[in-house]
């Protein structure tokens, strides 16, 4: 995400993996000492019991004022210009021209959901809700 790519890559799944287990991360030269700490995980965390604290603490992390942010008084470094509810200019052509394919719904597993877990949502399939 620092870069604006992903540090492996494949043109499947099975080639991305190998990737990942074949071959190092390279960092280019303009990421800072600490991004790159950050990115590999400092040497002390053990991954299940890393916590926030972990993460805050960070040197990469040290001019974020945490309760500022937490507060909403940071503005944000980006706001993107946005002119209506659909509007999709900030994501790439390349994205946005694709042809959509959508899944089918199995109808019969859809009947079988339990549709009490979405009661409160705004909208409900008239078609799969079922009234008791």
Same mark, same amino acid.
């Given at each position: 995400m620092l870069v604006g790519q992903p540090p492996f890559d494949g043109e499947d799944e099975e080639e991305l993996f190998a990737a990942i287990k074949d071959h190092n991360v390279s960092y280019?030269?303009?990421?800072?000492? $600490?991004?790159?700490? !950050?990115?590999?995980?400092?040497?002390? *965390? %053990?991954?299940? =019991? /890393?916590? @926030?604290?972990?993460? =805050?603490?960070? +040197?990469?992390?040290? /001019?974020? %004022? *945490?309760?500022?942010?937490? #507060? =909403? $008084?940071?503005? +944000?470094?980006?706001?993107? /210009?946005?002119?209506? /509810?659909? %509007?999709?200019?900030?994501?790439?052509k390349q994205f946005t021209s694709e042809k959509t394919d959508l899944t089918p719904t199995d109808k019969l597993f859809m009947m079988n959901l339990d549709q #009490? @877990?979405?009661?409160?949502?705004?909208? !409900?399939?008239p078609e799969y809700v079922q009234h008791v």
């Open positions: 280019p030269k303009c990421i800072s000492k $600490e991004a790159k700490e !950050l990115c590999k995980g400092p040497s002390g *965390w %053990d991954a299940r =019991r /890393r916590g @926030e604290a972990d993460i =805050r603490d960070h +040197p990469f992390f040290r /001019r974020i %004022d *945490w309760e500022k942010i937490e #507060t =909403r $008084e940071v503005q +944000p470094p980006f706001k993107p /210009r946005i002119k209506h /509810r659909k %509007d999709v200019n900030n994501f790439d #009490t @877990e979405f009661s409160g949502f705004s909208y !409900l399939n």
